[in-house]
C-alpha cells in the first residue's frame, strides 16, 4: 500500500520561508517524478514543481513560472522523499500544498499523478 506522508507548512508572513516534506512508502519507481501542487480555495489544482530523477540518478527539478527563483524543490531517490524551500512567499502562495508522486517526466499535470499526500496548509499574511 502506498502512502504519501506530508510535514511542514503553516503560516508566515510575506517576503518569509517554509520548507514542506513528504516521505513516500510502498512505492520505489524512482523513474517517474514527484511533484508539488497546490490548490487554493474555488480555484483548481495547480502544478508548483517538480523533480524528475534520470536513470544515473540525476535529478531535473521543474518549476511553475509562478515560483521561479523563489521555490527549490529537492528529492531523494534512496529515501523516497520530497521537499520543497519556499522563499519570498507572497499572499498569492497561500493554499493547500500537495506531494505527489508516480508522474510522467517534466509534468505538473495533476491528473497525471497516481499518488497523493494529504495536503498541509501554507498561509501568507502581508
Known amino acids: 500500500q502506498v502512502q504519501v506522508v506530508q510535514s511542514g507548512g503553516g503560516s508566515v508572513q510575506a517576503g518569509g520561508s517554509l520548507r514542506l516534506s513528504c516521505e513516500v512508502s510502498?512505492?520505489?519507481?524512482?523513474?517517474?517524478?514527484m511533484a508539488w501542487f497546490r490548490q487554493a480555495p474555488g480555484k483548481e489544482r495547480e502544478g508548483v514543481a517538480g523533480?524528475?530523477?534520470?536513470?544515473?540518478?540525476?535529478?531535473?527539478?521543474f518549476y511553475a513560472d509562478f515560483v521561479k527563483g523563489r521555490f527549490a524543490i529537492s528529492r531523494d531517490p534512496a529515501m523516497n522523499t520530497l521537499s520543497l524551500q519556499m522563499n519570498d512567499v507572497q499572499v498569492e502562495d497561500t493554499a493547500k500544498y500537495y506531494c505527489?508522486?508516480?508522474?510522467?517526466?517534466?509534468?505538473?499535470?495533476?491528473?497525471?499523478?497516481?499518488?497523493w499526500g494529504q495536503g498541509t496548509q501554507v498561509t501568507v499574511s502581508s
Open positions: 510502498g512505492y520505489t519507481d524512482s523513474s517517474r517524478s
Open positions: 523533480v524528475y530523477t534520470s536513470g544515473v540518478g540525476v535529478n531535473y527539478p
Open positions: 505527489s508522486a508516480d508522474g510522467p517526466p517534466f509534468s505538473l499535470d495533476p491528473a497525471a499523478f497516481g499518488y
